[in-house]
């Protein structure tokens, strides 16, 4: 079976501070690409970050980065310099070769406190 | 460019009635997903076309079906709608007709149902 496990159902940080969301992911596959979306409360899906399963380049994106960890299956998001507009659930999710369908976890609550 | 769009952005209907949704995708995008999200299943993998076609179908009842259309805005049709049918649906676009690739999400749909 493919599933998603994130393990902090909610995360609260300071303004400015440094935070780490993880994620684990199980998929017999070899070629998948990994996500991070956040969804505020307007409710709008919005992509973060993206990891090609392929590559061994951990992914950034200005504030955001990734930590993949490909033998345990093992995919953690950074954001540095956190701001209150990083307010949102936040959802890892993959897909796989030969199938478009995203495969997502339970989402962490991220609280950003002034 | 244009996001995917949605409408309409909310929905209230009662149990047996029937409900269409629009999803219009990022232009040049050739593949739509449907997916449902709801607080106690989280997101689930409804259906997803390209070309006209349903290529993927998610773990749902017949009475979830959805079309494309030969400019790629896509549908979904619920009949005989349930108490439990009440969610947020999204409809998510992505443009290479290859899987793994990137999917972009519309703002949603919530329907609740009476």
């Known amino acids: 079976a493919q599933t998603v496990t994130q393990s902090q159902p909610e995360m609260s940080v300071q303004e400015a501070e440094t935070v780490t969301l993880s994620c684990t992911y199980d998929?017999?596959?070899?070629?998948?690409?990994l996500f991070w979306y956040k969804q505020p409360p307007s409710r709008q899906m919005i992509l973060v970050i993206r990891?090609?399963?392929?590559?061994?380049q951990n992914a950034t994106e200005n504030r955001f980065s990734v930590n993949f960890q490909k033998a345990a299956k093992s995919f953690s998001l950074k954001i540095s310099d956190s701001q209150l507009g990083d307010t949102a659930m936040y959802f890892c999710a993959f897909v796989i070769q030969g199938a478009q369908k995203l495969v997502f976890g339970q989402g962490t609550r991220l609280t950003i406190n002034p | 460019k244009a996001g995917v769009t949605q409408t309409p952005r909310y929905l209230i209907k009662t149990r047996g009635q029937q409900v269409t949704l629009s999803c219009s995708p990022i232009s040049g995008h050739r593949s739509v997903s449907w997916y449902q999200q709801t607080p106690g299943q989280g997101l689930q993998f409804l259906f997803e076309y390209f070309s006209e076609t349903q290529r993927n179908k998610g773990n749902f009842p017949g009475r979830f079906s959805g079309r494309q259309f030969s400019n790629s805005r896509s549908e979904m049709n619920v009949s005989t709608l349930e108490l439990g049918d009440s969610a947020l649906y999204l409809c998510?676009?992505?443009?290479?007709?290859?899987?793994?690739?990137?999917?972009?999400f519309g703002p949603g749909t919530r329907l609740t149902v009476l």
């Open positions: 998929t017999s596959e070899n070629n998948y690409y």
């Open positions: 998510a676009s992505s443009s290479r007709g290859v899987s793994p690739d990137t999917q972009y």
């Open positions: 990891q090609e399963a392929y590559k061994q």
